[in-house]
């Protein structure tokens, strides 16, 4: 009886950039940390003093674990932590405990810093092989 091999090939598969087609990102606006910038690349991202946070803050009127930004699918939100000093969302208070939705260029505002949510849809142009 005669072997037959086998063979199999091997496909590279691109992954989606995160929350594509989207890029998500904070960019603080004032404060001590002016012009910082995170990318928000999972479904909650930690913002406070804290070193655990994911976008860490050295306001030192930010709480440690101040909100987090969750992410579900084209949903966003800002869940404020119990935050000491509290936390508004384009000037309005946000209570401890909930969620608010976020959009595009909402305005975050804690201590003395004040940050931008960003959720600009980016396009890929096709690549000429």
Do not use: C, W
Request: charged share 25%; hydrophobic share 40%; glycine share 6%.
């Amino acid at each position: 009886m005669k072997m037959r091999r086998r063979t199999t090939a091997v496909v590279a598969i691109e992954k989606e950039p995160y929350a594509s087609p989207f890029v998500l990102a904070l960019a603080v606006i004032r404060g001590p940390d002016l012009d910082a910038i995170h990318r928000i690349n999972a479904d909650d991202t930690l913002v406070g003093r804290s070193e655990e946070a994911q976008f860490e803050l050295s306001d030192t009127l930010v709480s440690d674990k101040h909100f987090i930004i969750r992410v579900r699918g084209s949903l966003y939100s800002l869940y404020d932590m119990g935050s000491t000093n509290g936390t508004l969302l384009n000037g309005q208070v946000v209570s401890p405990k909930t969620s608010v939705r976020l959009k595009n260029l909402d305005e975050i505002e804690m201590g003395r810093t004040r940050i931008l949510f960003i959720a600009a849809r980016f396009h890929t142009e096709p690549t000429n092989s």
